[in-house]
C-alpha cells in the first residue's frame, strides 16, 4: 500500500451467494463490527438481486455496493443482462469487470472488457478491472506478456483523467477459490506491472493514483504480508468476504 497517493480498497465479491435477506442480515452485522474506517475504502460486490437491499442497508455506513458485471450497450435485446445505467440508478457505485470466472464461463474477451469499462465510466460507475494469468499460462512463463496485453486492451481509448476512477484487480486464476495464495512477492511483482503499464502510458502521476488490488484466496491469516507490499492497495476478496468476522479481519489488516 502506498496510501499518500492512493486509496486502499477492500472488495468483497460474493459471487453467487446470498440471498436479499442474507445481504440485509451481513450488513446489518457488518454496520456493527465496523471500526472507524480511516485508512480503507469498502466495497460489497454482490449479485444483481441483493443490489437494492445491499443499498439500502449499506446507506448509514461507509460501504460502497458494487456489481459484479454489466452489459456495454444502453438497452436493447440483450436477454438475461443489465446495463451501467440501471445500475447507476440502483446507487451503485463499482463493477467488477473481467473477472476470471466470467472469462472462463462466459466468454468474456480482452474486447468485451474494454468496451465493458468505457461503458460504465461513461455512466459514472467505477470499474474494477480484473487480469490473471492460469497455471498454464505461469508456468509457460507467460505471465508478464498477458497481464501486459489484458491491461493495454482494457484501457484502449481511456483518457488519462478518466484513469483515477478505475481500480485494478491482479487474480492469479490458479490462486482463485483454491486456497492457493500468490506469494506476498509474487503478488507485489504483478501488482508493480500493471502500474508500469499504466505509467507507460498516462505518466507517473497518473500511475501513482491507481489503487490495484490482490485477489486469490486472501484471507484474515495472508491479508497483512500481501497488503504489506507497496503496489498491493487492497483486496478483492471472495470466499473470505462471506462471513463477516474474516472479512472485518482483512479490513482490520489494511488498518495496520
Ligand atoms: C474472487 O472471487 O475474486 C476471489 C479472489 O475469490 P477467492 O478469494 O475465494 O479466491
Known sequence: MNRKYR???????WKMNKTPAETKAFIDELKGKLGKQRWCDVVLCVPFVDIPAAVRAARDAKVAIAAQNMHWEKSGAFTGEVSAEMLKELGVKFVVI???ERRQYFAETNE????????????GLRPIICVGESLEEREADITAELITTQ???ALR????????????????????????????EQAGEICGLIRSVIRAKYGARVARSVTIQYGGSMNPKNAEELLAQLDVDGGLIGGAS?????????INASNQ
Open 7 to 13: 486509496k486502499t480498497i477492500i472488495a468483497g465479491n
Open 98 to 100: 473481467g473477472h476470471s
Open 112 to 123: 468485451t472488457v474494454n468496451l465493458k469499462v468505457k461503458a460504465a465510466l461513461e455512466n
Open 151 to 153: 491491461v493495454k486492451i
Open 157 to 184: 481509448d481511456i483518457e488519462a483523467d478518466q484513469m483515477r476512477k478505475i481500480v485494478f484487480a491482479y487474480e492469479p486464476i490458479w490462486a482463485i477459490g483454491t486456497g492457493k495464495t500468490a506469494t506476498a
Open 242 to 250: 462471506l462471513k463477516v468476522d474474516d472479512f472485518i479481519s482483512i
